[in-house]
C-alpha cells in the first residue's frame, strides 16, 4: 500500500485507483530498480528493456480483432553515449511515478516533466529538453511495466462529456448523468475502475458521436431520454479517458457502442482506433479497443439517400486521398467488403461531408430521422 | 413568444433562455426585415447598418473600467457590388436565427453556417464560402441587434469546468458541484439566465485556472472544500461560456474573482479579456468583463520569491516580447504602475514561468502554499 497515504478520505479513494493495482505498479518499478542496482554492484552496464512501440512490432490478432504489440524489445545500456540519456531518464520518471503512487497523487504529464525536470548537478545538462521527451519515456515505461498510464498515476488533457441513463460514482461522489443539465459530466482523464464505477444504467446502448456541437443537439433534443442511450463525444479523436470509458461501458455493462462520425478520413481513423486500438497504444489495445464498434455514418451513400444538396460536399484533398487508402490497406479493413466499398464510394464521390452536413435538412434531422432510421434497419458498418 | 414551441417540457426549459429575451430578438429580427421591406417597396436601395468592430471603434471606458464600442456604423447595401454579398448573408443569417428562436431550439456556429448554405438559384454561387464567413456575419447580426450569440440561439465549441459548494440548476436539472467526483461539471456554452441558474451556494471566492491540468490538481487536493471556493477553468483564453458564468458569479452572487494564470504575454492577455473584455467582442463587456477580478500569480517574482530552479525557465522569445509591450501599453494596464513593473521584471527575467512550474517545488505546493499564501497577504495585480 501506498506508504504517505493522505487521511483525507476522498483523496484516498482517489489513490485507490485499486490498491491493488498501485501495489502491483509499485512493485513493478521497486524491481526495475533493483534490477539496476544489482546491475551495478555486479560491476556489468546497467540497462532497461524496453518492448518496441513501432509499427514494425505491431499486428493484428485477426482472432480478437485487436492490434497487438509484438515481443521485440531495445535494451537501453547505461555504459552507451546513445543510450545513457534514455537510459537515465527512465529510471528518473519510473522514481516520479513510484513517488506519485506513494503520495496516493494524481499528476498531468506535464506536471510529471516538471517533477522530474532538473539540471545535472556539475553540468549543464537538463534532465530533459521539453516535454515531448518526457512523454516518449512515460509511454515506454508503461509497456516495460504492462501499466496503463492511469495506473502510474497520470492523466492528460481532459476532453469529451456524457449524458444519459445511468449513475456514475467517481471518486466517491454519486453522479445522475440523467439529471446533467445542458453541459453534462465531464469525463475525467483516469476512468479506471476504483475512480470511475458504474451505478443503475438504463440505457440500452451508447452513441458516440465526435464533436461536442453535435452532442448538444442530441442532448438538446434528449435523444437519449428517447431512445433511452448513453450519450458521449471525444471531441475529435477521443482521449484515452472516453475510450476507456467506452470500452467498459461496452465490457462490463454488455451496451453496444453506435458511433456517429463524419464521413472523411478523419472519421474513418477514429472509428478504426475505437475498434481496434491505435499503434502507439497497441500495447493498451486489450483495455482500449471495441471490436464490435458499429459505425452508423455518416455514410457516402448519405448524399443520395438523404438528399442532400452539393452545398455540403468538402472536396477530398490530396492528402485526404492518401489517408483514405491507407486506411483502406489496413488489414483490419482490407477483408471487409461493406469498408472497402464505403471507402471507394466516398472517393469516387471526390468529397467528404460532415454529420453537420444534415442540418441542411432540418436542425433535428439527423436526431429525429438519420440515427432512428440507421438503428431501426440495422444498417451500420462493422 | 416562440411559434413551433416544442411540447417537451425540458426543451422547452432549454429554449426559454428567458422568453422575454427571446421575444425581444426576435422583434429586433423582425423589425430588421421590416425595414428592408419598406426600403424596397419605396424603390429605394436596402440596406442594414452594422457597428464597426475595429480597435478604431473600440474605447477603454476608464470610469467602467471597461472596453467599449463606439457609435461609427458601416452601411451595407443591397445595390453595390462591393457590398451586395454582405447585406444577403445578413438577412439570410438572421431569419435563421429567427426560425431558431421560434423551434426553441439551439445551434452550433457550424450548425448555422449549413442550415444557411445554399447556392443560389440560377448560379452557382454559394451563400457562403467557409464558416468563417457566416461566423463573421452572425457577429454583426449580434451587435447590430445588441444581442448575445446566446440571445440568437447560437453556440460555440465548449470548455471548461467547475466544482465547489455551489449548486447549479441547469435546463432544470439539479447540479451539486460539491459531488462532482474527478470530472467535473461541464461549462454549458449558453451560460445565460434561465438556462443556467443558481441555487444554494456557499462560496466565498472563485479561483479560476487556465488549464485543465492544474484544475485536476486544484479538484484532487480538494482545494474548494478546504478554502470554500468555487474551482473553475477555461482551457486556455476562457470561452464566452466560461466568461459569462464568472462575469454571473461575481455580480450576483457578489463573488470575488481569483485568476491563477502563466507568467508570460499570454497569461496577462487572459486575465485582460476576462477582465476589460476582448476587442472584438467589446459590444458585450458589460455583460462578460468583471473589472474586479485579480491576478493571483504566477509572477515573475516568484523565481526568486519561491526559489526555483533554472529548469523552469522558457526563455521569451521576439513574439512573447513584442506582445508584452503591447500588453503593458494597454490604456487599462498603462496607468497601473504594479502592472508596469510586472511586465517590466518578466522582460528583464527574459523567460516566462508555467503554474506547473510550482511542481518542480512539490506536487502540491500550488495548492497547499503558493495559492494560500498569496490570498493571505491578499498579494495580486488588479
Redesign the interface.
Known sequence: MAAKKPT?S??AA?SALSERTDAQTRKGIVELGARVVRQSLAETDPFVDVPLRSLSNTSFNARKRLLEMGDSTQRRNLFNTAQARKFMQTVLLSKGCKD?IE?G???????M???S???IPGTRE?TFEGQEESDGILEDIEVALEALRENLHL????RG?MVGPIT????????DCR????????????CEPG??EFGKCDAKFVLHVE????W??FN???FWEKHNCILTEG?GQPPRGVRRLLWRLHHELKLPIYCLLDCDPWGHYIFSVIKQGSINLAFESSRLAIPDAKFLGIRAEDYERCEL????KIELNDRDIERAKQIAGYPWFVDKKPWQKEIQRMLRNGFKM?V??L??KD??YVTEEYVPARLKARDWLE
Chains 1, 2 share one sequence.
Not at 105 to 111: A, E, N
Not at 168 to 175: A, L, M, P, Y
Open positions: 483525507d476522498r483523496g482517489r506519485l503520495a497523487k494524481t499528476l498531468s504529464l506535464r506536471g516533466y516538471y517533477m525536470l532538473h539540471t537538463k492523466f492528460a488533457k481532459k462529456t456514475v460514482r467517481d471518486n466517491g461522489d454519486e453522479i439529471r446533467m443539465g445542458t453541459g453534462g459530466y465531464a469525463i475525467p482523464s483516469i475512480v470511475v464533436k461536442d456541437t453535435v448538444s443537439r438538446e433534443d434528449r471531441s444538396t452539393d452545398d455540403v460532415e453537420e452536413s442540418i441542411t436542425i433535428s
